[in-house]
């Protein structure tokens, strides 16, 4: 059946005891229909600029309820009347909510309240009408996605996809699967012209292409929507039917899409449902996953190393530049740990423990990072191959490739050997003209004091058995202490090592943690850090715990790419790494 849902909605305007306080409450849309998202809108006047008051918290019944966010508008009065100035400023805040009602009826909206300071202000409830539009056969709608279940943090291709057997005056589609919080929506790169998509409290823009097709013997024009989703949650996704709204033409008029009589006149309102789809997610297996790696899920990923130069001397730095290239999400990709296991020696090479922030071109599937490296010995004689792991979802394996070396040229300091000396020009001589003196070059020892001691001191009796008592007793010590020291330092040198081992690898879980880098940047360096101390420690069964579990949620996040790591979740992180390397030291 047919309906039409006319917002009910009453406009209120309360004020506070000053009578300088008002709110507003209204929708963005005349319409109201069964599972098609509106706008909420509450403005609110009479408040200071700053600080702008909290969003009140919105709730309902039966209504799924999202909060976009806050916008100030600020409007501004200037009067000059006999010469008296006179200025007004005014600030207005506007809050918006997402609401899509499940089925028709009519909903309240509770009273919301606003307040700053000793200034506030609350409306009265409100209300709605919710319609429901028959359905037609002139339209199909549905949603392609993968036949599988896909793993975390992969990126897949799906579509949406309009059959029309009427043309169309206007339309609007709702995917359900492009609201999810855990879900990560991009157009491909096929041209066309674009259609803008309701995801979450934002939008996306996706391609738009057009084709016929027949079905049950029925000619349509069908409407694709190509699109790629990256999932950052293992679960199963039970999600509600694909929906479109559309305005269809009395027969024998022109397409929407032909846009040449768009508008002109409006035609009924009807509305297609696509079929209930489940999207099964899995986690990354632990079963052969590589030590160093941190969160790259894709395929024909590929890792390559150019220097700034070939030719240094030992302590000199060095711009590496590393590129990425693979058909997977590079927006919140990271690199391995460059030094140690699979990457540079420590021994030979040093590089700065700040996380390389990379640069994307997506049309290249390249993501580049710069990095300085410092050759610490003149022993080394290349860039050696640096590996990258990364998990293929096709083949369900983790898999490494490797660059290739970059060869290197080290010169040592300067030595300065026999050769370089240069020995002193000797004096010139001097003309013995007096018998009494020789030459300045002569080697005659004449009236020279052979002593080795004072006269006084030449024939003086040795020290005494007292005096000498004492050095002799540390001298014949001395070994014995020195062996005994030697003794301790073999005997527990392995316990000592392993300390100071899980010692480092906990200090550099909290200089990860207190890197103030956004969670996308900060959580995958804190997984290989735990991972390190885990298996210092003997702890590797317990990195499925709930803090790194979401940890690992966090790098594939998108809405965090820009916000640190969560403070409740650092603290827990510390708590675990101070447990286990409190018993792995005991």
């Given at each position: 059946m047919r309906g039409h849902g006319i917002v009910r909605m009453a406009l209120v305007f309360v004020a506070v005891s000053t009578g300088a306080q008002t709110v507003e409450l209204s929708v963005e849309s005349?319409?109201?229909?069964?599972?098609?998202?509106?706008?909420?809108?509450?403005?609110?006047?009479?408040?200071?600029?700053?600080?702008?008051?909290?969003?009140?918290?919105?709730?309902?019944?039966?209504?799924?309820?999202?909060?976009?966010?806050?916008?100030?508008?600020?409007?501004?009065?200037i009067q000059i009347v006999n010469g008296r100035r006179s200025e007004w400023r005014e600030v207005t805040f506007v809050y918006r909510w997402q609401v899509t009602a499940p089925s028709a009826g009519r909903y309240t909206v509770p009273a919301l309240a606003l307040s700053q300071g000793a200034k506030s202000v609350a409306s009265r409830a409100g209300a709605f009408d919710v319609g429901d539009l028959e359905q037609t056969a002139d339209m199909i709608v549905r949603m392609r996605l993968p036949d599988r279940a896909v793993w975390v943090g992969e990126t897949f291709d799906g579509a949406v996809e309009w059959l029309l057997a009427r043309d169309v005056e206007s339309y609007e589609l709702v995917v359900p699967l492009f609201d999810l919080d855990a879900v990560r929506i991009e157009g491909t790169e096929?041209?066309?012209?674009?259609?803008?998509?309701?995801?979450?409290?934002?939008?996306?823009?996706?391609?738009?292409?057009?084709?016929?097709?027949?079905?049950?013997?029925?000619?349509?024009?069908?409407?694709?929507?190509?699109?790629?989703?990256?999932?950052?949650?293992?679960?199963?996704?039970?999600?509600d039917p694909v929906r479109v709204v559309a305005r269809l033409e009395s027969p024998g008029?022109?397409?929407?899409?032909?846009?040449?009589?768009?508008?002109?006149?409006?035609?009924?309102?009807?509305?297609?449902?696509?079929?209930?789809?489940?999207?099964?997610?899995?986690?990354?297996?632990?079963?052969?996953?590589?030590?160093?790696?941190?969160?790259?899920?894709?395929?024909?990923?590929?890792?390559e190393v150019q220097a700034s130069r070939t030719v240094v001397s030992a302590g000199d730095p060095i711009e590496l530049t590393i590129r990425i290239r693979g058909d997977g999400e590079l927006e919140g990709l990271s690199l391995p740990p460059l030094v140690g296991e699979g990457g540079l020696p420590p021994a030979l090479f040093s590089?700065?423990?700040?996380?390389?922030?990379?640069?994307?071109?997506?049309?290249?599937?390249?993501?580049?990072?710069?990095?300085?490296?410092?050759?610490l010995s003149v022993e080394v004689r290349e860039i050696p191959p640096?590996?990258?792991?990364?998990?293929?979802?096709?083949?369900?394996?983790?898999?490494?490739?490797?660059?290739?070396?970059?060869?290197?040229?080290?010169?040592?300091?300067?030595?300065?050997?026999?050769?370089?000396?240069?020995?002193?020009?000797?004096?010139?001589?001097?003309?013995?003209?007096?018998?009494?003196?020789?030459?300045?070059?002569?080697?005659?020892?004449?009236?020279?004091?052979?002593?080795?001691?004072?006269?006084?001191?030449?024939?003086?009796?040795?020290?005494?058995?007292?005096?000498?008592?004492?050095?002799?007793?540390?001298?014949?010590l001395l070994p014995l202490v020195i062996v005994g020291l030697r003794v301790w330092q073999t005997h527990t040198a392995a316990g000592r090592g392993r300390r100071r081992e899980i010692a480092r690898a906990r200090r550099e879980v909290e200089r990860v943690l207190e890197s103030g880098g956004s969670a996308r940047e900060t959580a995958p360096q804190v997984l290989n850090a735990m991972r390190a101390l885990a298996r210092l420690t003997g702890h590797e069964n317990a990195l499925a715990a709930g803090a790194l579990e979401r940890?690992?949620?966090?790098?594939?996040?998108?809405?965090?790419?820009?916000?640190?790591?969560?403070?409740?979740?650092?603290?827990?992180?510390?708590?675990?790494?101070?447990?286990?390397?409190?018993?792995?030291?005991g």
């Open positions: 005349r319409e109201i229909y069964a599972g098609m998202p509106f706008n909420l809108v509450l403005s609110a006047k009479g408040f200071e600029e700053e600080p702008p008051p909290d969003a009140p918290a919105l709730a309902i019944d039966g209504c799924r309820v999202t909060y976009i966010g806050m916008t100030p508008s600020v409007s501004q009065q096929e041209s066309g012209r674009m259609r803008s998509f309701r995801a979450g409290a934002g939008a996306v823009d996706l391609s738009m292409h057009q084709d016929r097709v027949r079905e049950n013997g029925i000619d349509y024009t069908r409407i694709r929507f190509p699109f790629r989703a990256t999932v950052t949650r293992a679960q199963s996704f039970d999600l008029r022109r397409s929407l899409f032909d846009f040449s009589t768009f508008g002109r006149n409006r035609g009924a309102l009807f509305q297609a449902l696509g079929q209930r789809q489940q999207l099964v997610v899995r986690p990354l297996p632990e079963s052969g996953r590589p030590p160093n790696f941190v969160n790259a899920v894709g395929a024909g990923f590929s890792i590089i700065p423990a700040d996380a390389a922030v990379g640069s994307v071109d997506p049309r290249a599937h390249t993501k580049t990072f710069g990095v300085t490296a410092r050759v640096i590996e990258f792991p990364y998990f293929d979802p096709t083949r369900g394996e983790y898999v490494t490739v490797t660059s290739r070396p970059v060869a290197l040229s080290v010169a040592g300091g300067n030595v300065v050997g026999a050769a370089d000396v240069t020995a002193a020009a000797p004096a010139p001589a001097v003309p013995a003209t007096d018998p009494a003196r020789p030459a300045a070059n002569s080697a005659a020892l004449m009236g020279a004091d052979m002593s080795l001691s004072a006269t006084n001191r030449t024939l003086a009796l040795p020290w005494g058995s007292t005096v000498r008592a004492l050095p002799m007793a540390l001298l014949y940890c690992e949620t966090s790098a594939f996040d998108p809405a965090s790419a820009g916000e640190p790591l969560d403070g409740d979740l650092a603290v827990a992180i510390r708590s675990l790494a101070h447990d286990w390397a409190r018993r792995g030291s």
